[in-house]
């Protein structure tokens, strides 16, 4: 069993940055690969990022390539995701996720978080 809780959310203007956290609980944090997803207002959740048990892999949607940076720690069992040049169509609520095992564009995962809200504004 993983818990999850993300953190990190909130308001920012156009072109601003973010770093949301996502805290694990469990002794097994280490055996999944970890994943970010979001879902706007009236759209399905969609990948956003992943990054493998061990962080050799790392794989990004195309939307967010170049600004979105995933990172993980697996002595603090904690996920990142670092958002730089941020867009209006970010604005989402971002899920934390661990998925097993890793794949380059998880469909699902076996654990969610309970997401956090990221907006940015004009």
């Known amino acids: 069993q993983v818990q999850l809780v993300e953190s990190g959310g909130g308001l920012v203007q156009t072109g601003g940055s973010l770093r949301l956290s996502c805290a694990a609980s469990g002794r097994t944090f280490g055996n999944y690969a970890m994943a970010w997803f979001r879902q706007a207002p009236g759209k399905e959740r969609d990948f956003v990022a992943v990054?493998?048990?061990?962080?050799?892999?790392?794989n990004y949607a195309d939307s967010v390539k170049g600004r979105f940076t995933i990172s993980r720690d697996n002595g603090k069992n904690t996920v990142y995701l670092l958002m730089n040049s941020l867009k209006l169509e970010d604005t989402a609520v971002y899920y934390c996720?661990?998925?097993?095992?890793?794949?380059?564009?998880?469909?699902?995962?076996?654990?969610w978080g309970q997401g956090t809200q990221v907006t940015v504004s004009s």
């Open positions: 990054i493998s048990r061990n962080s050799v892999f790392t």
């Open positions: 996720a661990a998925v097993y095992p890793y794949i380059d564009v998880p469909r699902g995962a076996d654990y």
